[in-house]
Every structure is written in C-alpha cells, then in structure tokens.
C-alpha cells in the first residue's frame, strides 16, 4: 500500500508535467475586422481561413465593429483582433504601404507569441507572387499592437501562486487537522454533544475557509510587491480580488471536505496532497496555456475548480478588467461549493 | 425510573459480535462500573449509550430517552469522557470548557460561574489559562472531567478514566470523581479494566468479557460468590510425598493448587485453615518456609466468571489502543 502510494504521485506528475509544458498552442480565438471588404482583403481573409482549417492554430470569428471586437479580447473572450483597415485595397493596388494589424492580448506570452508569429508568416505568404501574377509586387506590412502592459513571468505565475497558497491551507488546516483529529477522538467529543449535522459540518469548512483566505490575502500582498504589479493595491480591484479569494476558498474546502467525510486514516491526505496538487494546478492555466494541452488535459480542467480561480485572478491581476470578465468563473466556483458541499452533508454521519 | 435501562442490546461488527445481547439497569445515583479487558465490548457499549453507534438490535434508555429513536435527548443529559484524550491542546482549560459550555448552549450568565466552580472542583483554578499542552496526563484528564459536567448533566459516562495515568494521578482522579459525586446529583457509568479502579469507586460491578455480560453485583458480593473467600500461599521444606492431600484435608479448604514449592490453598476460613495447617506442619516435622494470607480480591471474581485471568487478555492489542498509540 505505502509503496503503491507513493508512486502515484511520481506517475501523475511525470505525465501532466510532460503534457502541461511546450504543447503547440491552438485554438486560439481571434476576431478578424474588415472594414475594407475589397478584393485583396478577401485574398487576405481566404489565406487566415485556411490556417484556421488546417494547421487549427487559431479559429477566426467575423466583427464588424473594431471597438465590439477590442472589448470582446479584453474581456478575454479573444486572444487577438486582426484588422484590416479602410483603404487596404486601395493602398495595395496602388502600392501604398498597405498595413494590416493584429491588436492582441499580450498577458499569456506563449499565447501572444504563438499568435503573432503566425500571423506574421499569414502575411508574408500573402506578399508571396502568386504564379500568375503579373503585377509588381508591393509588400503589406502587419503592425502588432498589445493592449497590455508588459507582463513578466513571475506575474503571469503569481495567480496559481495564489490558489496554491489558498490550496496548502485548505489541505494542512483544513484536510489535515480535520483527519488527524478524527484519528486522535477529538470528533467523538463533539458528537456526544447535541449539536446538528449542520452545524458540525458548517463549523469544520468555515475554520478551514477562513484561515485560507487569510493565507491567499497574504500571498496575494506580498505576491503582488514581489511580481511588481503596477498599482497593486488599487481598492476597487483589491475588493475584487478578495470575493474571488474568498469564493476559491469556499469552492476548495468544500471539495476537501467531500474528499474527507469518510476518510479516517492520518496517511491517506498526506499521500493525496501531492497527486491533487498536481491534478489541479498544471492543467489549470496557471504555468501554461491551456490551448497547448491534449484533449485528455483539457477534460481535466474543464473539471478543475483552480481553472476558473486562476483565470479570474489573471483577469484582474494582470488585466485589472471588472466583473464582467469573471461573472462565469464566479459562477461555476459557486455551483462547486454547492454541489460538493451538498454531497459531503449527505454523506457526514453523526455517528461513529 | 432507572437513569440507565440497557435492553438486549447487540452490536455487530460484520460478522464479529462485539457485543451479545446485553441487559442491565443502572440506578439514580449509581457509580455503576463494567469490567473487562481491551475487546471485551465496553467501549462499545458505552459507544452505543452515548449516541456514538448505533445498536444492530435492541436499544437503551438513557435518562428516559431511546438511544436509537430519540439521541438528542440522551445527548442533552448526559455528560462523555472519551477513552482518547479530547481536550484541545492549543486552548487553555477553561476555553476547553467554554467551547463546550457553547456546543451544550449553556446560557452565557451561567457559563462563567459554572467553569469556576468545576476547575475549582478539579483542583485546576491556578492552571486556568494555561495551554493544555502544558498540563500532565493527570491534569488533562481533570481537564476532560470538567468539560463533561459543564452542561450540568445528570449521567456521566466515562471510558477508562484513568487509562494511561501514573499510580498518583490515578488516585487524584478517584479522588475527584469522588468528591464531584459527593457534591451533586449524578449517575456514574464507567468501564475499566483495572480491578482496584472497580473496587475502590463502584457500588456495582457488570463483568463483561468477549461481549456478554458475566456477572453483575456490588463487589462485595461478586467477592463472596466467588468459593473460598481467603487464599493462602505457602511453601514448605521438608514436605512428604503426600503432603498435598494432607492439606486438602485441612479445615475449612476448598480447593489445593501448586505453583513450583508454593501450594495454593482456597479456604472458607482463613483463620482455621492457617491455625490447622501450622499444627500440621510441626506435627509432621514440616518448616514451613514463607506463608501468605489473603482476602479473596475481584481479580478472582473475574478468573471465576470468565475462565482467564485479567492481566493476561490484557495482552491482546485492541482497537481502542491505536488511538492511544497515535497520541504520543
């Protein structure tokens, strides 16, 4: 038993490990503007199509108003905008210094760079001569714009830094405590008392759910020094960050509690700390894009409470957006604590 | 009504009863002890009165109130001291008591009066905000018997109250528990499997061994159940070859036992027995080397219901030590 526990955790991390750094980046959500609608941006257009189709890096969806489309990629539902302004066939047949430009979202840098090379192959295969062409050539050229920031490393991975601080709370004083004192009888204390299931169960997850704000409030501060975020502490986006902190900390003590209600032995979480932490932090997003994963990788984070944790805290750590952009991971992080909290009730029993 | 009233209560772990069909009742005002040793079933049994397992057929009222159909109320009368140790050792005694003083819904006008008076009544008030952590064995354990009477309750269960304490702190908690029952109105349920913890606190004694029930009275009674109420060793130099029968034929003797050069004697009459066996003695020419005379004690209570001695199922690991193992 020990032996086969304490390979687990080797396997699984060999395998998300190796699967969760240096895939390709695909599936890219990028809006296309043409606010041209001449024969050559079509050219442009059928060319994007294509690698859309094939090599799948990205997937294009039609706007027709630039301001819709820049919204749309700060509230992080695209990874870029390529747009082709007013003119484009104007200036190519005239040859006018013709310009295309990709405005992206610069906060994941794998994401970004994968985008922009791409895009700026698309257009060199456009200036190629196609075999019939006669005309001169004239050379288009593609400006790329960030619409963020700067964004290092370290601040790219301070928000799983902080659902992982938020995690190691919840599992040491929350998971820990909660089997050691099982173990050592300290339930059987409580039982004897005439306090409901309810409240047993109410006191356990809030004690948990409270030190592990406590520890996600404190990693968040001294992340935030640590990574230089500019104008960290900023009151409305602090206040942010603290609903979603607490939230995270609701949804993963809940998730433990579930894990726990019917566990006794002292060794059990301690031989599932590992494994869990790697399940859920690698395929969450927090080290790298999640485009990159393998399907199987992608399930597991559809799943994953970090996946949604992790992206609201990048929303407003690196893009300081508002609640519009992470109403959904709001959503489904309260939807977790419902239903694990649900399941652990029916399945704590009152007695021994 | 009887504070305890236990009905043909049977608990089975699979397909290993750990429990068989066990009845007694427990008077008001009772200190009421069940012996045996680690797996003979008390700790089950007191588990199932207290609410913590539920029985696999037949029930109990406790304090009036079902077991199994209405555990709230045996909850709210009824005050626990587990086997393990459960005070929090981060707390200070009195917030150990104040925490569960809150769980009971003690009213707050009441909470304070009452948590002095039982640290005082465990001789504790000096060492009142200190951790438990810093507190002995013996200490805790007064501790634990303050937390269980912080509601007020009328029952007190308590499971090997002195299990794992020094020979000093053992007799403090005597003592207090004692002293606690001379002060208020309380029923007392205990399980031990120290003879002289049974002999010394209970007025009534339920000897339970691998789950059954095997005699049930005060001890002074189980003792004089029990044939032979004196025993004497002796050993001899010097003894003829029928030297055994002879004894057996003395006065008074029941039964004759040999031990290496000790001869066991089980007698009815200590006195008679001793004064016929040293006129037999010289009578013979017999020296007789050492001679021991003793009242009959509960550990022969127990080899006489249960066939063993006590020390010796002792040995057999139980479920109940692990915890006492994971605690050090």
Redesign the interface.
């Known amino acids: 038993m020990l032996i086969v526990m304490s390979l687990i955790m080797p396997i699984v991390q060999l395998v998300v490990l190796g699967y969760a750094f240096g895939g390709t980046v695909k599936h890219l959500k990028v809006g296309v503007v043409d606010q041209d609608r001449g024969v050559p941006a079509v050219r442009l257009r059928a060319l994007a199509g294509a690698v859309a189709v094939n090599a799948r890096t990205f997937e294009l969806i039609e706007y027709h108003d630039v301001g819709v489309a820049v919204q749309a990629l700060r509230d992080g539902r695209l990874n870029g905008v390529l747009t082709i302004p007013p003119g484009f066939s104007r200036r190519v047949l005239a040859k006018d210094e013709p310009h295309v430009a990709l405005i992206e979202d610069n906060t994941d840098g794998f994401v970004s760079g994968t985008l922009a090379g791409t895009v700026a192959s698309l257009v060199g295969s456009y200036n190629l001569p196609a075999a019939s062409a006669q005309r001169v050539l004239t050379t288009t050229s593609l400006d790329v714009v960030e619409v963020y920031p700067y964004v290092p490393y370290i601040q790219y991975l301070l928000p799983g830094s902080i659902v992982m601080s938020i995690f190691m709370m919840v599992m040491i004083g929350g998971g820990i405590i909660f089997i050691d004192d099982k173990a050592r009888g300290l339930h059987e204390g409580y039982l004897v008392t005439p306090i409901s299931r309810l409240e047993l169960i109410l006191g356990f997850t809030i004690s948990g759910a409270i030190k592990a704000v406590l520890a996600g409030l404190v990693l968040m501060t001294i992340g935030m020094l640590i990574a230089g975020v500019p104008n960290p502490f900023e009151p409305l986006r602090m206040l942010r960050l603290l609903c979603v902190i607490l939230v995270t900390a609701m949804a993963l003590v809940s998730m433990m509690f579930l894990l726990m209600v019917r566990m006794n032995d002292p060794l059990l979480p301690r031989a599932m700390f590992g494994v869990l932490n790697t399940l859920l932090y690698f395929p969450s997003g927090a080290v790298y894009p999640q485009q990159a994963f393998p399907q199987w990788m992608r399930a597991i984070a559809i799943c994953d409470p970090f996946t949604y944790a992790v992206h609201a805290l990048k929303s407003l750590v690196l893009k300081n957006t508002g609640f519009g952009a992470i109403g959904f991971d709001l959503l489904y992080l309260i939807i977790f604590t419902a239903v694990s909290m649900t399941a652990a009730t029916l399945l704590f029993k009152r007695t021994l | 009504m009887n504070a305890i009233d236990v009905r043909a209560i049977t608990k089975r772990f699979g397909t290993f009863t750990a429990v068989n069909q066990i009845s007694f009742a427990v008077e008001r005002g009772e200190v009421f002890g069940l012996l045996g040793p680690n797996g003979a079933g008390k700790s089950t049994l007191i ?1 199932m009165l ?5 029985p696999t057929e037949g029930t109990a009222f406790v304090d009036g109130a079902d077991i199994v159909r209405d555990p ?1 109320a045996v ?2 009368a ?1 005050g ?1 001291i ?5 005070s ?1 050792l981060e707390l200070s005694a009195e917030e150990n008591l104040l925490i ?1 003083a809150k ?3 003690v009213p707050r006008d009441k909470r304070k009066r009452l948590i002095a008076d039982l640290l005082a009544a465990v001789e504790l008030t000096q060492w009142a905000d200190k951790p438990v952590k810093q507190l002995s064995g013996g200490m805790r354990r007064r501790v634990e018997i303050a ?1 269980g009477l912080v509601h007020e309750p009328r029952i007190f269960f308590l499971d090997e109250p002195t299990t794992g304490l020094d020979p000093v702190s053992r007799t403090a908690v005597w003592e207090m528990l004692r002293k606690i029952k001379s002060e208020r109105d309380l029923t007392i349920l205990l399980t031990t499997h120290y003879m002289d913890e049974a002999d010394k606190l209970c007025d009534r004694i339920a000897i339970v061994d691998h789950g059954e029930l095997k005699a049930l009275d005060s001890p002074m009674r189980l003792k004089a159940t029990v044939p032979g109420q004196n025993t004497l060793d002796a050993s001899f130099s010097g003894a003829p070859y029928d030297w055994r029968a002879r004894l057996e034929r003395l006065p008074g003797v029941e039964h004759v036992s040999e031990d290496g050069p000790v001869f066991r004697l089980t007698s009815n009459s200590g006195p008679a027995t001793t004064m016929a066996l040293m006129a037999a003695a010289s009578e013979a020419g017999v020296t007789v080397d050492s001679l021991g005379v003793q009242s009959t004690s509960l550990d022969d209570v127990f080899v006489h219901y249960t066939g063993h001695q006590l020390r010796d199922a002792l040995q057999e690991p139980s479920a109940a030590d692990r ?1 006492i193992m ?2 050090r």
């Open positions: 588990r207290t609410t913590l397992v539920l709230n909850r709210r009824i626990v587990p086997q393990a140790m459960t929090d569960f769980l009971y819904g937390r915890h994971l605690r």
